[in-house]
Nanobody
């Protein structure tokens, strides 16, 4: 299994980006997939999750601005980020577990599979 993120870039505040995560070799029927981010000097933050039942969850800091989705045909996870703010600047990682997302997965889980991350920088 290999998770490979792409799509990170430097943008101005108010702009948009779409992150992708290729889920190579990840073929589990039940899954919990998510995006996490970490800025220098800050703790890791769970941003968004989606599971095999189609249930999505978002952190309060991105709700209404970010959208998580999965293309089953391409086996790729996406994070559409709109109305970006400087505080969204971080390294973004995709992560996965082999079951439907339990409650509070974004805030308490330590997923088994991780990608290496893609950098998002938002300037004011």
């Amino acid at each position: 299994v290999q998770l490979v993120e792409s799509g990170g870039d430097s943008v101005q505040a108010g702009g948009s980006l779409r992150l992708s995560c290729e889920l190579t070799g990840y073929t589990y029927t039940y899954y919990c997939l998510g995006w996490f981010r970490q800025a220098p000097g800050k703790e890791r933050e769970g941003v968004a999750s989606i599971d095999s039942e189609g249930s999505t969850k978002y952190s309060d800091s991105v709700k209404g601005r970010f959208t998580i989705s999965k293309d089953n045909a391409k086996n790729t996870l996406y994070l559409q980020m709109n109305s970006l703010k400087p505080e969204d600047t971080a390294m973004y990682y995709c992560a996965a577990d082999n079951w439907n997302c339990p409650q509070r997965w974004l805030s308490t889980a330590s997923p088994y599979y991780w990608g290496l991350g893609t950098q998002v920088t938002v300037s004011s």
